[in-house]
């Protein structure tokens, strides 16, 4: 519910604050007063409105909004700000219009000529099916086996559709898949045989420097003997010389011989399988997600190759399932057709306490859907809804709410009525009033009335009034209600007559 609100800045509005009441909260005042300016701005700060406002806060709590983008507190605050450009505000985040209109969207219903919401084919099936389900213990069933047998279908349907589309180019893909699996597979690599290739050419590299170094050592190696024979002459022992020797010349015949066999030839394919696995590694990112993706690459080729062996199959499922879905689809016709005349009959009754008769409902069909086949459509004395005239229209709104209420079909919301009661005569207002009263244990209602029915069934009444060109608002206490109301019943001239029945109106509640 909407427990309190500030605006700031509004036309004849300078700055006020109001808290509500749960259940129904009647606005009433003379003509000009604001009140439709008061009502603009508190769905304005919603975004389903457009305001003049440059700041209005609501405060909000008891509520089932949910969002992927915002976490919401039992209590949380909405606000608007208008400068240079307009904002909106999530506790203190910022939210886009767009967003914040998606999140509010059940919280905050404008019962008016624009909003038909109620009679969505959505929201209609959705009465029609609880009643479906009170009335038939295997409905819920039925229904839930279509939804499921639906989603498969769709979901296989577009399988098919995709296989389709795919054979058209199948050929080509298979050729492609193909030369990148022969190009990987020619290579055939493995991994860290890059690393050693690579080490394997810087030695190439260096091979002829090394070798021009070993020849100008060679007198040197020669002339070891001579070395060893002054040791000797010297009483030196030359053991550690003669190691040192052997050893520097193990080093160079292990050098020598690591190249005498390889010629040039395999020195020059050695360098190519470096260049064609840089190329792979510059492809993939490394060679192992290349032998992955080389094995991806096989499976896929592989399914292209058995595409029509699982399009048959696939075929032969959709089939099936077309059948199985057509049976249940039937079915819930059926099952919905039977309780069509307690639809009926169930908004009828709140119709007929609004003086509202003839309404009559009719199951057309239509292209399946995930709902069924089944298109809604109401009636109202043979015309259909969108025909009839706006008061006739809200009367209906009203019935549908107040019966869905009857079958625990409610949002935690706040429904906001602009002169609901507007052109209807005194027996018609108080109708609407009792009805709006019990629909208000389950939401919480704002009306404009200027009928003193509906102000005297409020659980609070709000006055909306002029001083100086300047608007304001109040809650008003029972003697002042007495008073509002007389002046509704009477005029600016209030009349004792008009008192007496304000009295007995509210005494009545």
Known sequence: MIDSFHLKDCLSFDELDIEFDKGLVVFSGPSGAGKSIFFDAMLDCFAHKQSHAKLCEAVISDHDMKSESFLFDD?????????????????????????????TKNFVRSLDHKSNDEFTNKNLLLFLDKICSKNDSDFLSIKEQFETNFDNLSKKTQELKEIDQDEELLEEKKEFLQFEIEQISSCNPKIGEIEELK??????????????????????FANFHKIDTMLSKMSVDGEFFAQTTQKLQSIVDEFESSFENLSDKEIEQTIDRIENLSKLEKKYGSLE??????????????KLEN??????????????????VDDLCQELTAKRESSVKQFVFIIQNYLDKLYLGGLDLKIKPKLMDKTGANEIVLF??????????????NRVKLALLAGKAGYDITYKASLFLDEIDANLSGKESEALAILLKELSQHYQIFAISHHPQLS???????????????SYIKELSYEQRVQEIARIVSGEN????????????????
Do not use: C, P, W
């Not at 992955?292 to 896929?300: M, P, R, S, Y």
């Not at 109202?380 to 229209?393: A, F, H, Q, R, V």
């Not at 609070?460 to 300047?470: A, C, F, G, S, W």
């Open 289 to 302: 997600e290349a032998i992955k993706q080389k094995e991806k690459k096989e499976i896929e080729l592989e």
């Open 380 to 393: 109202l004395n043979n015309t259909k809804l969108e025909d009839i005239s706006s008061g006739e229209l």
């Open 494 to 509: 209030i009349t004792i007559e008009a008192k007496k029945l304000a009295t007995k109106l509210l005494r009545q509640q």
């Open 199 to 220: 080490e394997l050419k810087k030695r190439f590299i260096s091979k002829e420097k090394i070798e021009s170094s070993i020849k100008d050592t060679q007198i040197v």
């Open 456 to 470: 005297s069934m409020a659980h609070q009444h709000i006055l909306v009034y002029k001083q100086n060109e300047t």
């Open 307 to 324: 595409i029509s062996f699982e399009k048959a199959i696939l075929q032969k499922n959709i089939k099936k399932l077309t059948l199985i």
């Open 75 to 103: 209590e949380f605050i909405i606000k608007k700000i208008q400068n240079e450009k307009t904002r909106y505000f999530l506790n203190n985040q910022n939210i886009s219009k767009k967003e914040l209109q998606k999140i």
